[in-house]
């Protein structure tokens, strides 16, 4: 059984810079993708980054340029550096595992962690 605990998650003022990881336990193959969603109050979970075991990497729109995924494959681990924070940026944000390549759509994953909140202050 695989399981991925998300960290790194908190407060911070616009314009602040978080850095989220995601941590996983169990068997992974390394060719697997993985991906951060979030996912506000009222709204539906949307993509924000995909990340493939080439190192390929896909974005959101909404964050290009100020977000940057990567992974660790020796320690099975994934990141999500956050610069320039909005207050839009605000939500629970999960990490999650596929292998659907770097697809953004959430129902093309099959492992997901709890949720770190992130939340941004005007």
């Known amino acids: 059984q695989l399981h991925l605990v998300e960290s790194g998650g908190g407060s911070v003022q616009a314009g602040g810079s978080l850095r989220l990881s995601c941590a996983t336990s169990g068997y992974i193959d390394i060719s697997v993708d993985m991906a951060w969603f979030r996912q506000a109050p009222g709204k539906e979970r949307e993509g924000v980054a995909a990340?493939?075991?080439?190192?390929?990497?896909n974005y959101a729109d909404s964050v290009q340029g100020r977000f940057t995924i990567s992974r660790n494959n020796a320690k099975n681990s994934l990141y999500l550096q956050m610069n320039n924070l909005k207050p839009e940026d605000t939500a629970m944000y999960y990490c999650?595992?596929?292998?659907?390549?770097?697809?953004?759509?959430?129902?093309?994953?099959?492992?997901w962690g709890q949720g770190t909140q992130v939340t941004v202050s005007s």
């Open positions: 990340i493939n075991s080439h190192d390929t990497t």
């Open positions: 999650a595992f596929g292998s659907f390549g770097l697809t953004l759509v959430p129902a093309r994953y099959s492992y």
